[in-house]
């Protein structure tokens, strides 16, 4: 039996394009058997054409002013997206109202950076870019040190060598500006392709991972036994 910890583990994430003459080339990604979670805003998910799984909604910083405009916003977004689960936080300042975020059935906030402690009843898979916040709510870091590695490099293979085995692997395929980039995407998944053809990883959706990482892993180090429990 395959048991997640052997194996990396890889979350494709991408924004949608904002412009009408991107929208088609979405649908051109060779990635329809790989679980992509598409964000963006609101009106951005709306005007999409058809139906996407894994929606992530972005938040827009002017959408944190009040608890009671930011709840609002959620459940604008709940009635749009029922299964909706997931939203991206933005890239500056930190994103409050963690208890609202799970009354409204959000479970993982795929953010940009984030200090390394996590709950002691949950404690994250060593070397994983998460931690949880509270019962019921994940983080994720969007900054994942594997997509600097240059391959052909001598000593970033070496620190490949030494890693643990059972990483976590968040692709990003923004661009710089934050915007939706073919190119990239296409590469990441060409990528992640090769490697489930060898059935070396594990390939997740953001939406996904609450259930994921609650199977049990083997590499949680717990600060005790009765934490654990």
Known sequence: ????????????????PSEKKQIETVFEVPARDLSVSWYGTLNVLE???????NVCLEIDFKDLDSKHRFRTKLRSARCSFPNLKTIV??????LHHH???????????LTQSYSTTSSPRRPTPIGWPCRNI?????????????????????????TRKRQRPGA???????SQAGTYDHKKIVR?????????????????????????????????VPASILKAA
Request: with cysteine.
């Open 99 to 109: 208890d609202l975020l799970v009354e409204e059935g959000i479970s993982v906030i």
């Open 47 to 53: 005007e999409m054409p058809r139906a996407i799984e």
């Open 188 to 220: 990441a998944t060409r990528r992640i392709h090769t490697l489930v053809s060898k059935k070396s990883v594990n390939v997740i959706s953001l939406d996904q991972f609450p259930e994921f990482i609650s199977r049990g892993n083997s590499r949680e």
């Open 168 to 174: 976590l692997r968040v692709w990003d395929t923004a």
């Open 1 to 16: 039996m395959q048991h997640y910890s052997l194996f990396d583990t890889h979350i494709i994430c991408a924004p949608l």
């Open 89 to 94: 936080a933005p890239k500056t300042g930190p």
């Open 134 to 158: 509270q019962w019921g709510l994940w983080e994720v870091s969007r900054d994942t040190p594997k997509q600097q590695v240059r391959i052909g490099n001598f000593l970033s293979c070496m």
